[in-house]
C-alpha cells in the first residue's frame, strides 16, 4: 500500500524543512546576538532616566526642542518670551504667540 515514490517526497520535505528550521533558529539566534546589546543598553538607560524621575518621551522632547533652538543672533525674537525661531515662522514655537511676521 505505501508508495515509494511518495514516501521519497515525504521524508525529502520533512528534511528540507528541518534545515529551513535550522537556518531560521541560527538567523534568529544571530538576530538576538546583535540585539542583545542595544536591548541592555535601552533598559540601562530606562532604567537610569527612571532613578531621574523622567521618560523618554520627556527626553524626545527635549532633544527635539534642542535641535529646534535657533542660534542667536538668526531668527526671529518672540514678543511675549523673547524665544528665538526659524526664520518665516509664525508662531513662537515656545509659548505660540504671533510673530507678526510679513511674508
Ligand atoms: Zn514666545
Request: glycine share 16%; net charge positive; proline share 7%.
Amino acid at each position: 500500500m505505501q508508495n515509494p515514490a511518495l514516501l521519497g517526497i515525504g521524508l525529502g520535505a520533512l528534511v528540507a524543512g528541518l534545515v529551513l528550521m535550522g537556518i531560521w533558529i541560527s538567523l534568529v539566534l544571530r538576530v538576538l546576538q546583535a540585539l542583545l546589546p542595544v536591548a541592555l543598553i535601552g533598559v540601562g538607560i530606562t532604567l537610569v532616566l527612571r532613578g531621574m524621575g523622567k521618560t523618554w518621551s520627556e527626553v524626545g522632547r527635549q532633544v527635539i526642542q534642542g535641535l529646534q533652538v535657533v542660534p542667536a543672533g538668526s531668527g526671529t525674537p518672540c514678543p511675549n518670551c523673547q524665544r528665538r525661531n526659524p526664520p518665516g515662522a509664525r508662531f513662537c514655537g515656545q509659548c505660540g504667540s504671533a510673530l507678526g511676521v510679513h511674508s
